[in-house]
């Protein structure tokens, strides 16, 4: 079991907290198993934590954090420059043992005064990465990005993007389906529009159950190998193509082959994620014409390399390309 310590210190933010303990409480194995333990600690356990509207008796003390696998950083109200007592240290002998350690929002103030994120990028809340930046001149602070992952260390901007950064590592941990359910659970994509490209699942654009296109989705996904052009979609769904991109967009939100792009990049990520197929292979599995068209095309979507993609999210036995 992954036990995720959730540190709440006075003034903690009531989103900063519930994210993370409602993310990696909803995950679950395909068996229906829970892999997460999220528990909240505190200073001392017990300790009453004020938090906005109201006040927490967190069960567990900082002895919590060495038994932790992973570490959650809330933000509070009123970053302090010197944490509480114990705090810093706590941290420190975790980050020292691979601890992995992730903060959200304002919490980054707290991880930098760890000294932890010393010399890496890091995220914060936009409002505050200025001030972020002067307290800490010896941390990159980009406030563009939803989140940076420096591996051991990860740090989320608004609170928000603590829902991505914590999909994007029960991914890491238990692959792309466990983080796709997670995300439906969570009513959330499992990608968002953000200034970085993010090492995330590329969920196909819905439509609503129902809907006079559900036919047609289904058949695009299970044929996105095919060189399918406009008028072959228009045709398959008996309609003009005015008419089909009309009611994509109504009913998608996009356009017939932007789906189908995304539908080829997502049968790619399965394929990178669960096979040792070469590159090759995979591009023409995927309905792409080439390999360098693959590469070039999922780059600009997943913002890596095929091969970068699978030595990331690859699980079982080593993948060869």
Not at 47 to 52: L, P, S, Y
Not at 66 to 78: F, R
Not at 275 to 300: C, D, K, M, N
Request: aromatic fraction near 6%.
């Amino acid at each position: 079991m992954h036990i995720v310590a959730v540190l709440a210190l006075d003034g903690v933010i009531p989103f900063d907290l519930s994210a993370p303990i409602d993310a990696f409480g909803w995950a679950r194995l395909p068996d229906g198993r829970a892999p997460y333990d999220v528990r909240v600690c505190s200073v001392r356990e017990g300790e009453e934590v004020r938090a906005g509207a109201f006040t927490l008796r967190a069960p567990y003390g900082l002895d919590l954090l060495a038994e932790a696998d992973t570490i959650v950083l809330p933000g509070v109200q009123d970053p302090p420059e010197v944490l509480p007592p114990g705090v810093a240290e706590a941290l420190r002998a975790a980050a020292a043992n691979g601890t992995r350690i992730a903060s959200v929002c304002v919490g980054a103030f707290l991880f930098a005064a760890t000294g932890l994120l010393d010399g890496l990028r890091a995220t914060t809340h936009w409002l505050a990465a200025p001030d972020l930046a002067a307290r800490h001149p010896e941390v990159t602070v980009d406030p563009n990005v939803l989140y940076v992952d420096n591996g051991q260390f990860l740090t989320s901007a608004g609170a928000a993007a603590a829902l991505d950064m914590c999909l994007h590592m029960v991914r890491k941990d238990y692959g792309s389906a466990v983080a796709a359910h997670t995300a439906r659970l969570s009513v959330m994509p499992l990608e968002r529009e953000g200034g970085q490209a993010q090492f995330i699942a590329h969920d196909l654009p819905p439509a609503p159950s129902g809907a006079t296109l559900e036919p047609l989705l289904h058949w695009l996904e299970a044929h996105c190998d095919r060189d399918l052009t406009l008028d072959d979609i228009a045709s398959r769904a008996g309609m003009s193509t005015r008419t089909l991109n009309r009611r994509f967009r109504d009913q998608t939100g996009t356009t017939p082959l932007q789906w189908l792009h995304r539908a080829r990049i997502r049968r790619a990520q399965h394929l990178l994620e669960t096979t040792s197929y070469p590159v090759e292979r995979i591009a023409l599995q995927s309905g792409f014409g080439s390999p360098t068209a693959f590469r070039e095309r999922f780059r600009r979507v997943a913002g890596t390399s095929p091969l970068a993609y699978r030595r990331a999210f690859r699980t079982g036995a080593g993948a060869t390309a």
